[in-house]
């Protein structure tokens, strides 16, 4: 699965997706009209901006997961993870966000997820799975940027492909149904534009300071070296292009509407998925 890291690498990240970082993501949430009209762009993007959970829009596929005979993998992640269920630290490569990740089956019901990087602990993920076991609860802690409060917060999904005989329970295809709740480091960012400057910073701990002529960025707080540029478009909008490695990951358009909220669209480049909301402006 990927991760639902709402704080973010940039601008745009509220509730970013950006592949399959540490824990997981959710897919699919509900649907809203207001994240989903057009808007035009109008005032200023100055300000402190938090994610409307409710109107999250992910087109995105299902999830993927299969535990058994002792191994965990996920095709759906990106890229595809494959990991003895042991409850030990197993080297991984790959991902931007750990070198090493346990996965751990607690009980017929529930299996926990730690990641590390450079022997720290980068996230944690805890699936659990209903008793008739259509419905599968996803709590995350994102604690991949250091020296900064972790990013929490829960999701619930749907089965929509059972589970392989003799697999555990959180095995199969699961559809998101609905945000539990997130941690505002995860869903509030502040922007000020200064001149050609546009500054971001987030209570998660991620900033950064890009010219508005496309220049790459470095992500501070961002420890898989990932660089934001942004630029400002004709309707008054603000796209930002998101890289690591060189290679664009997520490109995100902002606007700050006439109906006085920030509407995002955001294109996660390597999952193949948009999400889109609105932020209120707080």
């Not at 546009?198 to 790459?216: E, R, W």
């Amino acid at each position: 699965m990927r991760l639902s890291r709402m704080a973010a690498l940039a601008a745009v990240s509220l509730i970013a997706l950006s592949a399959c970082k540490q824990t997981t993501t959710a897919e699919n949430a509900a649907t809203s009209e207001n994240a989903a009209a057009p808007t035009v762009a109008a005032g200023s993007i100055d300000g402190t901006w938090k994610a409307d959970l409710s109107s999250v829009q992910i087109d995105q596929k299902p999830d993927q997961l299969l535990l058994k005979d002792g191994q965990f993998s996920c095709p759906t992640c990106t890229p595809p993870l494959t990991v003895a269920a042991d409850g030990a630290m197993h080297a991984v490569t790959g991902r931007p966000y750990a070198d090493m990740t346990s996965v751990k089956a607690d009980d017929d019901h529930n299996v926990t997820r730690t990641s590390q990087k450079g022997g720290k602990t980068t996230g944690t993920t805890k699936y659990s799975v209903s008793g008739d076991g259509k419905t599968l609860t996803i709590s995350f802690t994102d604690s991949s940027v250091p020296n900064a409060k972790p990013v929490t917060g829960s999701y619930t999904e749907t089965r929509v492909a059972d589970a392989p005989a003799g697999a555990h329970a959180i095995s199969g295809s699961w559809k998101l149904d609905k945000y539990n709740n997130v941690s505002d480091e995860g869903l509030t960012v502040t922007y000020k534009l200064d001149g050609d400057t546009l500054h971001v910073t987030t209570p998660g701990g991620i900033s950064y300071d890009a010219k508005l002529d496309g220049t790459d960025t470095p992500i501070k707080g961002d420890i898989a070296g990932t660089t934001a540029s942004v630029k400002k478009l004709d309707d008054g909008s603000y796209q930002e292009t998101d890289k690591r490695d060189g290679k664009v990951i997520n490109v995100t358009t902002f606007t700050p509407g006439a109906d006085g909220k920030l509407h995002v669209v955001s294109e996660d480049k390597l999952a193949g998925s948009t999400v889109k909301y609105v932020a209120d402006k707080q």
